[in-house]
């Protein structure tokens, strides 16, 4: 089945420490987003690539680093520099062009400890 | 400034209960607007989309959202809901020429009893 796998469903953290977020899909599209998802606020676009080798900062990109050498991956960097990084993140991808949604991954939940 | 906004933040229903749940946006342009569900437990998923054409556009699960462009809303109906439906509802805006975002309202949290 075609699809978007987000690993691991849930990560904790200690205070201080880097942790990588794993996106990958096999749907063959262009484009790949990261959403931070917080209760009462909403989806929130961190960071976006429209194409390998390319990404752009979304509304919330500090404290965070994403790397798109290929065209099925696109992960997440949450580093220490992020002061609230408890949350639910989301990982999404669609074609590029006009009218095409977005498809979503299940989702990984990071705690601090 | 680009802004999607929910009205209604927690609604509770009783089965068979109509459903409607507000969306208006402030985007300057054209507009391609979306209602994602997020069950419990399970990944977002489109539940409707208007590209043009009929602004009446129906969706999965007999979900039903209205284009009302002078109002700029895309309002979520529902003629008779089941408990299934319990979920959290989110209405997004992308603009039609600038793709590269989709921008969300905060969520609105259903909650259907039997």
């Known amino acids: 089945d075609g699809g978007i796998t987000q690993s691991p469903k849930y990560l904790f953290r200690k205070e201080g420490q880097n942790v990588t977020l794993s996106c990958e899909q096999n749907?063959?599209?262009?484009?790949m987003y990261w959403y931070r998802q917080d209760p009462g606020q909403g989806l929130r676009l961190i960071y976006y690539s429209q194409i390998v080798n390319d990404f752009q900062k979304g509304d919330i990109a500090e404290g965070y680093s994403v790397s798109r050498e290929k065209k099925e991956s696109f992960p997440l960097t949450v580093t220490s520099a992020q002061k609230n990084p408890t949350a639910f993140y989301l990982c999404?991808?669609?074609?590029?062009?006009?009218?095409?949604?977005?498809?979503f991954g299940d989702g990984t939940r990071l705690s601090i400890l | 400034a680009q802004s999607v906004s929910q009205h209604n933040h927690h609604v509770i229903l009783s089965e068979a209960a109509s459903l409607e749940l507000g969306c208006n946006y402030s985007y300057g342009g054209t507009v391609n607007l979306f209602w994602y569900v997020q069950y419990p437990g399970q990944h977002l998923q489109l539940l409707l989309k208007y590209f043009s054409g009929d602004p009446l556009v129906k969706g999965i699960k007999g979900f039903e959202a209205e284009f009302i462009k002078s109002k700029f809303s895309f309002n979520l109906r529902k003629p008779s809901v089941q408990w299934s439906d319990t979920a959290e509802y989110f209405c997004?805006?992308?603009?039609?020429?600038?793709?590269?975002?989709?921008?969300f309202g905060t969520g609105t949290r259903l909650q259907v009893f039997p």
């Open positions: 749907l063959n599209h262009d484009a």
């Open positions: 999404a991808s669609s074609r590029t062009g006009q009218n095409q949604p977005q498809h």
């Open positions: 997004a805006v992308m603009g039609s020429y600038n793709t590269d975002k989709l921008i």
